[in-house]
């Protein structure tokens, strides 16, 4: 994990990710999301199995995943994921990457609305492990099956 330090009441870190595959039945992805209190205590996590077109789009569809699930009082939020060009894309740093177009836009749309403060960092692959094993856990599911993952994380770490 990466520690978030001076975090007050109704700040959040979440975590993000996906594993992409595109097989004979399509392309696929597991995507995944932890979210973190102040006391980087864990309050949610969730995977889910979705069709999308790239890679990038399925790390799209996990940040929306997490954004669509933020506690009511969130007031700060960091939203880490390990893929630069689509938290790059979401930011405004540089032009939305191909095949992600869609959902980066409604995510920069839906964060517009939103009633708190929303930081979307890059961070290092090796920093984002229980995402990724969430998002892997999720790849082999049916399209659209999706469940809270707080007791696999509790039983797998």
């Given at each position: 994990l990466v520690m978030s330090p001076n975090l007050q009441r109704n700040d959040y870190v979440i975590y993000t990710d996906a594993s992409y595959r595109n097989d004979k039945s399509g392309s696929n992805a597991g995507i995944a999301f932890l979210i973190y209190n102040f006391e980087m205590k864990l309050v949610d996590a969730q995977c889910k199995h979705v069709s999308v077109s790239c890679v990038q789009e399925a790390e799209a569809k996990a940040v929306?995943?997490?954004?669509?699930?933020?506690?009511?009082?969130?007031?700060?939020?960091?939203?880490?994921n390990d893929n630069g060009p689509v938290?790059?894309?979401?930011?405004?740093?540089?032009?939305?990457?191909?095949?992600?177009?869609?959902?980066?836009?409604s995510i920069r749309k839906f964060i517009d609305r939103l009633?708190?403060?929303?930081?979307?960092?890059?961070?290092?692959?090796e920093s984002n492990i229980l995402a990724?094993?969430?998002?892997?856990?999720?790849?082999?599911?049916?399209?659209?099956?999706?469940?809270?993952?707080?007791?696999?994380?509790?039983t797998t770490t």
């Amino acid at each position: 994990l990466v520690m978030s330090p001076n975090l007050q009441r109704n700040d959040y870190v979440i975590y993000t990710d996906a594993s992409y595959r595109n097989d004979k039945s399509g392309s696929n992805a597991g995507i995944a999301f932890l979210i973190y209190n102040f006391e980087m205590k864990l309050v949610d996590a969730q995977c889910k199995h979705v069709s999308v077109s790239c890679v990038q789009e399925a790390e799209a569809k996990a940040v929306a995943f997490a954004l669509q699930n933020l506690p009511a009082d969130a007031k700060r939020v960091k939203v880490l994921n390990d893929n630069g060009p689509v938290v790059d894309g979401i930011t405004g740093y540089s032009a939305i990457p191909d095949g992600a177009y869609g959902t980066v836009y409604s995510i920069r749309k839906f964060i517009d609305r939103l009633a708190c403060k929303i930081a979307t960092i890059q961070i290092p692959r090796e920093s984002n492990i229980l995402a990724d094993s969430l998002s892997n856990y999720a790849l082999d599911w049916p399209n659209d099956t999706g469940i809270s993952c707080i007791e696999h994380l509790n039983t797998t770490t």
